[in-house]
């Protein structure tokens, strides 16, 4: 049927109406003006970067080597002195060593409802800083957080944010088709289509509203292809989405379908067989297929290669959110789609720069002209203010360092070997969910992890159906085998045990099983929130309609 050669056609057709209607936003990026007696970041020569050749990590000493980022992409020329290293520093440890009050730790073990208050009364800590008290603190180790590469408190990364905080302030506050685009903007932009093998990047201000763009902008197409500006049933934009899609993908779909611009159905979790058939008997023409590449709750990949395969039957538009592979997968870093070589068969890949990256704000790589269209029409991103130059500064150092520092990701992946072997299971990344399934019991095993001093959260709904509440373990570069160990005995419990509440047999351990084992998991969630077995058929939204619809 194609290789999607038709959604080139539908695009062209939209940007035109969109032009013939004035309708088209532009990006202009601004010189910001520095600080008195100080030069913008961009306007500063070239000069040497610090790396290591060796795998000394006590401590790390660096010394000066010429570098750059990958891509003849970034149009301005920036090289900041900066410093790269072979090894873990002490500051790695405060990306993974936080510290917990001890008010706060009681209501967090006690599951008491908490705003945060407890460690926001300054009255009380000024109170104990006049008196001399010491205000009683707990050390946690966190293996919870997104900080997969543990570039967040790396020295470069902070410099450069400090850097371009001193000099620009926040940077203009506005809108990105206003004022808030700068040529820091534009250079990150650069690199991060360099990154993902895109013609272009959209840079959004966060992950959540980044998908909500995309859906949204692809929603409006329907509408600015229609004669009546209303798309009729047959005119709508057809959107198949994994049922354990991220909650971002699926407000975005929603929404476009209540817009009335588009249809959703939701195949069962990573079933090639089922969204072929769905695709199969649908007789839109529009069609988009949008997934996770790696699931944030159950660490498993999607099917890529399966799914690049059902692109060139199907032609549809293929959308990814790699919120959680970029930078940790892929010889480069450039996500899963380049650890499964079919990164020319996605149109679109969202992203996010509050993971691995260790920052904030998310993106959107695609062509140029999907590009144009998103800054058009995704209301997301139009109506949002643009990330501050120090965050978007600072990305800009995170993927310079990430590409420097090769021995980030290898660690990251030695810390999933380890942890498989300690606790006689197999994981397939970074993110190892440990389902418990009884609410009760997963925070009991959350409340055991937070005493013996280690920070994991017991996930339940609705972030999770019911019945399969988990302790989600996230690992890090800036973990240490030990940590790993450590940690691995005190789930023990949980795992091993004769009476242990996680077993393989009856709840699964969703990109783990026991060594050797094939078993599938057992729950997956609808979007709608659904528990599902596998293999079975999805349930419905809301009655009646299509089990596969939303």
Not at 111 to 140: A, H, K, Y
Not at 145 to 153: I, T
Not at 319 to 328: K, Q, R, Y
Not at 355 to 365: E, L, P, Y
Request: aromatic letters at 8%.
């Amino acid at each position: 049927m194609g290789d999607g050669w038709e959604w080139d056609l539908w695009l062209d057709e939209a940007l035109k109406k969109l032009e013939t209607a004035k309708g088209l936003g532009f990006l202009r990026p601004l010189l910001t003006v520095p600080s008195e007696g100080s030069l913008p970041s961009y306007a500063y020569p070239s000069i040497a970067i610090a790396t290591l050749d060796d795998d000394d990590v006590s401590p790390p000493t660096p010394h000066l080597r010429l570098s750059g980022h990958r891509g003849t992409k970034t149009f301005i020329k920036y090289e900041e002195a900066f410093e790269t290293f072979d090894g873990l520093g002490p500051w790695d440890r405060s990306s993974v060593v936080v510290n917990i009050s001890e008010p706060t730790f009681q209501l967090w073990i006690n599951n008491i409802c908490s705003t945060g208050q407890e460690t926001c009364d300054f009255d009380i800590l000024l109170d104990n800083v006049m008196e001399s008290r010491e205000q009683p603190f707990r050390n946690l180790l966190l293996f919870s957080g997104n900080d997969y590469l543990g570039l967040s408190a790396h020295p470069t990364v902070r410099h450069a944010a400090a850097k371009a905080a001193q000099e620009h302030g926040m940077g203009p506050r506005g809108s990105a088709l206003v004022c808030g685009y700068t040529y820091y903007h534009r250079r990150l932009e650069s690199a991060l289509a360099d990154l993902k093998k895109k013609e272009d990047s959209l840079l959004c201000p966060t992950g959540f509203s980044a998908n909500m763009a995309v859906m949204t902008a692809l929603g409006s197409l329907s509408s600015l292809l229609s004669v009546s500006g209303r798309p009729t049933n047959d005119e709508k934009i057809a959107i198949f989405s994994d049922a354990l899609n991220h909650a971002s993908i699926i407000d975005g779909i929603r929404l476009a379908e209540r817009q009335g611009e588009a249809k959703v159905f939701v195949y069962r979790h990573c079933d090639i067989v089922h969204l072929d058939q769905l695709l199969s008997c649908c007789k839109l023409k529009k069609k988009v297929v949008v997934t996770d590449s790696l699931f944030s709750m159950d660490g498993d990949f999607a099917p890529m290669i399966e799914l690049a395969d059902l692109r060139k039957k199907h032609g549809f538009l293929f959308v990814i959110d790699d919120a959680h592979g970029t930078l940790v997968c892929g010889e480069n870093g450039g996500g899963v789609a380049e650890k499964f070589n079919v990164e020319s068969d996605i149109d679109i890949c969202v992203g996010t720069l509050s993971k691995a990256v260790g920052c904030q704000g998310g993106f959107i790589a695609s062509s140029q002209k999907w590009k144009q269209l998103i800054q058009s029409r995704g209301r997301s991103f139009i109506f949002s203010t643009a990330l501050s130059v120090p965050a978007v500064a600072s990305a800009h150092a995170a993927l310079l360092v990430a590409h420097e520092e090769k021995w980030r990701q290898e660690a990251v992946w030695k810390r999933v070997k380890e942890f498989s072997i300690a606790t006689g299971l197999q994981f397939l990344s970074p993110i190892i969910p440990l389902v418990i399934g009884d609410e009760e019991k997963a925070l009991q095993a959350s409340k055991h992890l937070l005493e013996s001093g280690f920070h994991v959260s017991a996930i339940r709904p609705p972030a999770v159906p019911a019945k399969s509440c988990r302790l989600r373990i996230t690992l890090s570069a800036a973990h240490t085998a030990a940590d790993v160990k450590a940690l691995a005995t005190i789930v023990a419990p949980w795992i091993c045990s004769p009476t242990s509440v996680v077993k393989s047999n009856e709840l699964s351990i969703s990109s783990a099983s026991r060594l050797g084992s094939t078993q599938r998991p057992k729950y997956s969630e609808d979007q709608a929130g659904v528990v599902v077995g596998q293999g079975s058929k999805s349930l419905p939204l809301r009655p009646p309609g299509n089990s596969s619809k939303l």
